[in-house]
């Protein structure tokens, strides 16, 4: 739990910006190491810079198929639930918001 806490700090802290400039750790990291990096870990990281942190609920679960996700910040907003699916030969999650799920 405690590592996940951590993860999640700095995934969290990555993605905020600071006074003055609006600048952020990710911005100077780059700019001052970012050349060590590989073309896919400077994409991972600039993603990681403009992501949003979000909570979600699971709202319903078909083992072994899919589980669907809400985000309770925007359900009273009519926003539809994300499906997520786990592709059982590699193991990766994907997503399709709003395909055919209701919240």
């Known amino acids: 739990m405690r590592d996940?806490?951590?993860?999640?700090?700095?995934?969290d802290l990555a993605s905020?910006?600071?006074?003055?400039?609006?600048?952020n750790i990710v911005d100077d990291y780059l700019k001052r190491r970012?050349?060590?990096?590989?073309?896919?870990?400077?994409?991972?990281?600039?993603?990681?810079?403009?992501?949003?942190l979000s909570l979600?609920?699971?709202?319903?679960?078909?083992?072994?198929k899919h589980c669907d996700l809400s985000d309770p910040g925007t359900r009273r907003r009519n926003h539809?639930?994300?499906?997520?699916?786990?592709?059982?030969?590699t193991g990766q999650v994907g997503s399709h918001r709003g395909k055919g799920v209701k919240g």
Do not use: H, K
């Open 80 to 89: 539809p639930c994300v499906r997520a699916y786990r592709d059982p030969a």
């Open 56 to 64: 979600y609920e699971v709202v319903d679960v078909a083992p072994g």
């Open 16 to 23: 905020r910006r600071f006074t003055p400039g609006n600048r």
């Open 34 to 52: 970012g050349w060590r990096e590989s073309v896919a870990g400077r994409r991972y990281l600039q993603q990681l810079r403009d992501s949003v």
């Open 4 to 11: 996940m806490l951590f993860g999640l700090f700095i995934e």
